[in-house]
């Protein structure tokens, strides 16, 4: 079904998680000022915690700002591509084959307005569901066999009006509760890493 078809496998369980590897933690957003606190940008905010709650610092790389942190001896690779939402594909699989990161140790933190505003949801498969970011990463990689955190960021928008929404900033009221979901998404991908995807769905998801 594509070039990491055979190449990678699912999301495992923790029994099968090799912790000696490497961990691809992947922030889906639009780099530029007009993009930022928008709900579009969820993904990033995410990485952008947990960077700065390491005191890491970015680096602009080839299709990428790139940092790592580490948790639990567990390196963690923070990446936020540059390539705009809709291409967000080529920044995961250029990372992922030059950082040498399994499939199952590759987590995609994104923006969902299916779920209410800071919902958590993290799966270890699925559809697009209609996001371009998913679908550009689906379209690249081959499979839809990869994790990913989905953080609510709602749907108070009138019919024809979504590119407006996701585009648009979070109101102080939204922010007031986004705050404390995205330091609990970052204790998930910690989670994630550390203890393995099902243990980190038990305790996040909801």
């Not at 993009?35 to 579009?40: A, N, P, S």
């Not at 990033?44 to 005191?55: I, K, N, R, T």
């Not at 809709?86 to 040498?100: D, F, I, M, P």
């Not at 979070?170 to 994630?192: N, Q």
Request: with cysteine.
């Amino acid at each position: 079904m594509g070039l990491f078809k055979n190449l990678f496998s699912r999301c495992k369980s923790t029994d099968d998680i090799d912790y000696s590897m490497k961990y691809l933690i992947v922030g889906l957003g639009n780099v530029g000022a007009e993009y930022e606190d928008t709900r579009h940008n969820a993904g990033f905010m995410v990485v952008d915690s947990l960077a700065h709650g390491a005191e890491a610092r970015w680096t602009l790389e080839r299709r990428a700002y790139r940092t790592e942190i580490k948790a639990k001896g567990r390196t963690l690779i923070l990446i936020k591509p540059t390539t705009y939402m809709n291409l967000s594909g080529e920044a995961v699989r250029y990372w992922l084959q030059t950082e040498k990161v399994p499939l199952q140790n590759l987590l995609i933190v994104v923006d969902d307005i299916a779920l209410p505003l800071g919902t958590l949801r993290m799966k270890k498969q699925g559809a697009a569901g209609g996001h371009n970011g998913l679908r550009s990463i689906e379209s690249l990689l081959g499979t839809t066999e990869y994790c990913r955190l989905r953080i609510g960021v709602g749907n108070d928008f009138s019919r024809g009006h979504q590119i407006e929404y996701v585009l648009g900033a979070f109101t102080p009221e939204e922010h007031a509760l986004l705050d404390t979901k995205i330091d609990k998404a970052c204790e998930a991908v910690k989670c994630f890493a550390t203890l393995g995807p099902d243990r980190a769905m038990n305790l996040y998801n909801g």
